[in-house]
Each structure stands twice: as C-alpha cells, then as structure tokens.
C-alpha cells in the first residue's frame, strides 16, 4: 500500500516472462517487483510504480515496447532484458529518448554505454576466475556450446583464447538456435571426442535438455559424470537447477549471488524476498534485478529527482546497499565490482559453495587489463582487445 501525498515514480519493467527463455525473464521480473515493494514500504516522499512490459521473447517486440514505456508511460528508468540479443535492441532507444536502461543480467563484455547501467558480471568476473578454478582440476580439453547470439559467440571466443594461452585444446565449439532441444548431435560429439569438460552457454530450455541429455549419457557410462567431465556455466541459476532437477548435479557455475552465501545479510534477504518471490525461486538473477530497483530508488532519493544524470552521478558516487554487498557504479564504464564464488549443482535445486570470493573483481568489460591465463600460465601477457578470430 503506497501512502497518500507520495509522488509516483513510473519505473519500466521489461522482461519475457514467456517463450523460450521465460523462467529467467519471469525471475528478473519478480525480483524488480520485490524490490518495488519493498522501497515503497519505506518512508521515502516518493512510490515507485512498476510499468511492466513483456515481450514474450520475441526479439522483434524489444525496442517498440521499451519505447512505448519511455513516450507512453513517461519512464526514465528501465530494469530489464535477458539476453544480449534484447540489450542491444534497446540501447538504441534509450539513448535517443533519454532515458537509462539497467541490465542484470550477465553478458560478454565488450559494451559500455551511457546510457545503460550493467548490474551483473562481464567476462572477467565469470568467465575468467571459472575456467582459472576448472582447468588446474579436470584439464585443458574442451567442447565449447553456446545458444546461437552474442552471448554464445563471444563467451566461447574468449573461452577459446583462455585454452589457447594455457597451452589447452578446443575439441569442437557448436552453436544451437535460442530455443531448440534437439541436442543430440552435440551428445554424440561429446562421447567421441571426450573433452575434459563442456562450457555450456546455451540458454533456457536448449540449456535444460542438453543438460538432461548429457546426464543420461553419464548414466550409461560412468566416465562422462559430472564428477569426471563436469559441465560449467556462467549463467546457470539455483531456479533453472530446481527445473533440471538432479540432472544437474555436481555440474559448475560461476555467479557473484547464490542462495547458499554465508552471512547475516543474506540470510535476512531470503527471509524478506522469500514470501515476495510467489514460487520463482530467489537467485543471482532475481538478486541483481532487486538490487538495479534499489539502485534507482536509492539515486532518486539522494538526487530529490528521477531525471537520469542526477541519478547516475548519486550511483557513481555514493555506495547502495544492495543483496549483491554495498555497490558503487563505476564512473567509466557504468559497470559494477563483484565478486566470483564458484558453486557445484546438488540434487535438491541448491549449489554447494566451492570458491567463496574475498573480494569484489573490478569490471574490465574491453578486457583491457585482464591476464587471460591461469595458475598453470604465469607468464601470460595482460589481455587487450583483440579481433574475433
């Protein structure tokens, strides 16, 4: 209930919470909401007013609907999108009609606008510290697989370059459309070439099914196991593990939030976000999203205007507390420091914490200064920004 006498605030939220990629979209949309409420349970002069769109993962439909919530709606900020694919269909729109689109979702890297404010990890804080932690444990060998956008082909690029620095070997690298579960073939090239394990950057329901596949696989012959030849994702969430189910299990992913992290901070998040989350299930994805509406709310408050540049210039200046630790937006790049924990699928939907991160990595998004090697590869030469291979 928002009290009477507060100005309202129309927030865009902008996600598919249906199509190919729906159990994300529906996360990211349930995060932002909860968040919504919960900043207008507090005694601010102003209410938040969640304007939500939902493009149904229809790639054609971005740019249109976030244009109708910035001219129709008198939105200024808007919490969304899944996909590279989608950011890049609205970065064009925000940046005309003046307006800050905040992404939380993870991406490759390789992007920095002004206009878009990225609350998730790029390249060098997933990708980097994941492969760095597998290969010194299961090895140098790998089959590449990735949902046919941009997310897929530059997470593999540099994957492959990774591998290359280490002295390591790509045995196949595949693409599969956004979407399609028919994943046999890329099962069968597995058994064959043995890698020593497969970095999966597919997404939504190609993700689940090769992952059911590969189990299966695995129960027929006990050498392609997770614990043996182990599956590892950057963008693999404790409510796609809950829909997989143990299929996943003893699989790896990198993420900066799980639901498993030590503390009293965390543990009071889940408590109050738990009852708000209405069966979606609370992971990075639904804490990034939280924390981009508290991000806004908190620069509205110490700017007394939702107009962007005031807001933006509160968030680079001034820390939010957020699930995601106390978060400052970089100056430069519009990016945020996060840390990488590294966790392994269990059979009950949640990740054991195998690498608890000490500290936050600084956003590198161009990989300008990033050391794309391993503690197997000392010597490697700091990254810098190379042409696609």
């Excluded at 006990?222 to 997989?244: G, I, K, M, W």
């Excluded at 989350?277 to 990075?284: D, K, L, Q, V, Y």
């Amino acid at each position: 209930m928002v009290a009477s006498g507060k100005k309202i605030i129309s927030v865009g939220v902008l996600f598919s919470q249906s199509g190919p990629y729906g159990r994300l979209g529906y996360e990211g949309y349930r995060g932002a909401i909860a968040a919504i409420e919960a900043v207008n349970a507090q005694d601010l002069p102003f209410a938040l007013k969640p304007v939500a769109a939902d493009p149904g993962g229809n790639i054609d439909r971005y740019a249109a609907l976030c244009d109708d919530l910035v001219t129709g709606h008198g939105v200024r900020h808007v919490v969304g999108c899944t996909t590279s694919w989608s950011r890049k269909e609205v970065i064009p729109i925000v940046e005309k009609r003046d307006a800050v689109l905040w992404y939380p979702c993870v991406y490759e890297g390789f992007e920095a606008s002004d206009r878009v404010v990225y609350i998730a990890a790029c390249a060098n804080q997933h990708l980097v510290p994941l492969i760095d932690f597998i290969m010194p444990r299961f090895g140098k060998r790998a089959i590449l697989l990735g949902s046919n956008y941009i997310w897929g082909w530059e997470t593999n690029r540099l994957a492959r370059e990774m591998l290359h620095a280490a002295d390591g070997e790509v045995l196949s690298e595949r693409a599969v459309a956004i979407g399609d579960t028919d994943i046999g073939h890329l099962i069968r090239e597995i058994e064959v070439r043995r890698p020593d394990f497969i970095l999966n950057n597919l997404i939504g329901e190609s993700s689940y099914a090769f992952l059911k596949a590969y189990a299966d696989l695995g129960r027929r012959d006990p050498d392609f196991r997770a614990t043996a030849r182990p599956v590892l994702s950057c963008n693999f969430y404790e409510s796609e593990l809950e829909r997989v189910g143990g299929d996943a299990e003893g699989n790896f992913t990198v993420s900066c939030y799980f639901r498993s992290l030590p503390g009293e901070a965390n543990r009071a998040f889940l408590e109050k976000a738990q009852g708000d989350a209405s069966g979606s299930g609370i992971s990075a994805f639904f804490a990034q999203s939280y924390s981009s509406i508290l991000l806004i709310a908190d620069g509205i408050a110490r700017a007394g205007t939702d107009a962007i540049e005031p807001v933006l210039a509160s968030c680079k200046t001034h820390a939010t507390s957020t699930p995601l630790g106390d978060i400052i937006v970089d100056a430069r790049t519009n990016h945020i420091a996060l840390p990488a924990h590294i966790g392994r699928a269990r059979n009950d939907g949640g990740f054991d914490i195998v690498h608890l991160a000490e500290s936050a990595i600084q956003p590198d998004p161009f990989m300008a200064r990033t050391h794309l090697k391993s503690s197997m590869n000392e010597g490697q030469q700091p990254g810098f920004l190379r042409l696609v291979k």
